[in-house]
């Protein structure tokens, strides 16, 4: 099975922040990564797919990168409605990532 | 447009089989789409249960293929699910998704439901 490793798991900033979180697969998964952002209460949402590509309407501080099994989201000059959490999920098998909770300072 | 909404008993007593529907409106269940459903317990992470698609294959998360069946009704636009002999740690949000489906592979989950809320509880 594919593990997605996640980190960190909280992760504390200010708005206007430029923050990173990473992902890392057990295995190589091509560009086959997702990111998605939930809020207390609601379903996820997709922000990126293949890695990198951002799915539409989502904000252009949000940006997504391959290097090898090692993915990361980042979001430059965070904003209010960023404060959520935040999921990688490889989708050979669908796996998730443990989740980082993206918290007001 | 889309809208995915999921229904379910809400309290289930363990050892019992829970199910859940999910109405599909805005799109047909049967279009070539892959479909899953999703779970989360209070407070904890995301986990992927199952995803079929009609005409297409069935595939299952290991640790709950024993007990998991995941299925599509084309008359009622509808994909079920059903988990047998459930335990407190099946207490969750199950959310229904449906997957962008190219070239007939299942990829990422572009639409979600609302989610339902399902205790296992006696």
């Known amino acids: 099975d594919i593990q997605m490793t996640q980190s960190p798991s909280t992760l504390s900033a200010s708005v206007g922040d430029s923050v990173t979180i990473t992902c890392r697969a057990s295995?190589?998964?091509?560009?086959?990564l997702a990111w998605y952002q939930q809020k207390p209460g609601k379903a996820p949402k997709l922000l990126i797919y293949r890695a990198s590509i951002l799915e539409g309407g989502v904000p252009s501080r949000f940006s997504g990168n391959e290097s090898g099994t090692e993915f990361t989201l980042t979001i430059n000059s965070l904003q209010p409605d960023d404060f959520a959490t935040y999921y990688c999920q490889e989708y050979n098998h669908w796996t998730f990532g443990q989740g980082t909770k993206v918290e007001i300072k | 447009q889309l809208q995915l909404q999921e229904s379910g008993p809400g309290l289930v007593k363990p050892s019992e089989t829970l199910s859940l529907t999910c109405n599909v409106s805005g799109d047909s269940i049967s279009n070539g789409h892959y479909w899953g459903w999703i779970r989360q317990p209070p407070g904890k992470g995301l986990e992927w249960i199952a995803s079929t698609a009609y005409s297409g294959s069935t595939y299952y998360n290991e640790s709950l293929r024993s007990r998991a069946t995941i299925s599509v009704d084309t008359s009622k636009n509808q994909l079920s699910l059903k988990l047998t002999s459930v335990t407190a740690s099946d207490t969750a949000v199950y959310f229904c998704a449906r997957h962008m489906t190219s070239l007939y592979v299942a990829e990422y989950l572009q639409y979600w439901g609302q989610g339902t809320l399902v205790t296992v509880s006696s």
């Open positions: 295995q190589g998964i091509s560009d086959w």
